[in-house]
């Protein structure tokens, strides 16, 4: 077997389930072992896509993302509704009460969960930070500071820092954040290599 697949919601099997909902085995079709995965679908409008339910008291704790492919749903959270048409994003913290009817017939919703233990990468605040630290250096600060308070011992926040303070003309603080960097994470040396700002701050 090759290491990817593609497929459709309607390639996988619809099975009955909980609350007269159809349910699609995503995860075990693909064999996740990193998150659940699940789809739901309906046939007709006011069926229900997503069961009513809390996933800290009757299921594992997990943090749920509903991501809407086809048609249409309304989601109830908490007694609030959201109108959610396809390529709607629904985040749901385990302590929501949370369910979601069909608005439309063939409307079809993948569910991704686990539980909150995933280990961020510091990547993602440098990456977010990047497009700003030449034009908004205030702002990728803040956004790095954000980075830094969630993962104090990421080593790609002070490789993004060294980045900043570069860009801004600190040498001198950019060689101490590199310095920070390289003693968290050794292979970041071949990155910043390639890194013009970098390169004449690497010692050695």
Do not use: C, N
């Given at each position: ?68 492919l086809a048609g249409r ?132």
């Open positions: 077997m090759s290491g990817y697949r593609a497929l459709r919601i309607g390639d996988v099997e619809g099975v009955p389930w909980l609350a007269g909902l159809t349910w699609h085995p995503v995860r075990m079709e693909l064999g996740l072992h990193a998150f659940g995965a699940a789809g739901f679908s309906a046939e007709r409008r006011g069926q229900l896509v997503v069961e009513p339910h809390v996933e800290d008291g009757d299921g594992r704790g997990h943090e749920e993302l509903y991501v809407v749903a309304t989601f109830t959270l908490d007694g609030e509704t959201v109108d959610a048409p396809a390529g709607t994003l629904v985040f749901v913290a385990p302590a929501v009460h949370r369910q979601a009817v069909a608005e439309e017939a063939g409307t079809a919703v993948l569910a991704l969960g686990g539980p909150p233990t995933f280990e961020v990468s510091g990547f993602e605040w440098q990456m977010r930070a990047r497009p700003h630290m030449a034009s908004d250096p205030a702002r990728a600060r803040a956004i790095l500071q954000q980075g830094l308070a969630e993962l104090p011992g990421s080593a790609a926040i002070p490789y993004a820092f060294a980045l900043l303070e570069a860009t801004q003309g600190d040498t001198v603080a950019a060689a101490l954040s590199l310095r920070e960097a390289l003693a968290r994470e050794p292979r970041l040396r071949a990155e910043a290599e390639k890194e013009p700002l970098l390169a004449p701050l690497l010692e050695g």
